[in-house]
Structures are given as C-alpha cells and as structure tokens.
C-alpha cells in the first residue's frame, strides 16, 4: 500500500471531523469548497482540513480510496459524508448540524 494510502488513513482517524478541499477555509481556491466551509463553519464547530491544492498526491489517491470522484470530500468519524451538494443539503436541513454536534460531543466524552 502506497504511503499516501497510509497518509489519508490517519488523517481521517485521528480527525472527527476533516474537509478534503481546494484551497483552505480562509480563502477556498474553488466554489464547492467555499459553499462547504460555509456550511460547516455555520455548524460553529473546529474542522480539520486538508488543501488537495497543495497535496498532489492525496487529491490523485483520496478518489480512488473514498470511491468518490470529487471534491470536497466531507469526512465525519472515519466515515465518508459527501461533497459540496451533500454538505449543503444537509446543512439546508439541520442534519449537518446534528452529525456535527454528534461528533464533537462523543470525542469530548471518550
């Protein structure tokens, strides 16, 4: 297994909440990533992120890991979410809000 395999795996387990995007939350280098920061960040969480822009080796192996062809990729404990459309319906729906709560509170009672 290649070491970016092994680079993405521990990036997704030892994050609880992780966004694969272009650019950083600060200034996103694309719309989807922008639209899934904002929504992510209206949840007023802390998130971990990773700049594919800036990883040329995770943005060719994360598709092909996740089985899921674009990004951003949203990643809550250990389990794929989704990309942009996903987020933001989500989001739209208050069932980001809840996985996101969900998340950060079963990691601070562990």
């Known amino acids: 297994m290649s070491n970016t395999i092994e680079t993405i795996k521990e990036q997704i387990s030892s994050n609880d909440i992780l966004l694969y995007m272009k650019g950083n939350p600060r200034a996103p280098q694309c719309g989807f990533s922008?639209?899934?920061?904002?929504?992510?960040?209206?949840?007023?969480?802390?998130?971990?992120?990773v700049n594919i822009l800036d990883n040329p080796d995770i943005r060719a192996e994360l598709p092909k890991f996740a089985n899921w062809p674009?990004?951003?990729?949203?990643?809550?404990?250990?389990?794929?979410?989704?990309?942009?459309?996903?987020?933001?319906?989500?989001?739209?729906?208050?069932?980001?809000?809840?996985?996101?709560?969900?998340?950060?509170?079963?990691?601070?009672e562990e």
């Open 34 to 49: 922008s639209q899934a920061v904002q929504a992510l960040m209206s949840c007023g969480e802390r998130f971990a992120f």
């Open 70 to 108: 674009t990004f951003p990729q949203l990643w809550v404990k250990g389990e794929l979410v989704g990309g942009c459309d996903i987020i933001v319906e989500m989001a739209a729906n208050g069932e980001l809000q809840t996985l996101i709560k969900e998340a950060v509170g079963s990691s601070s």
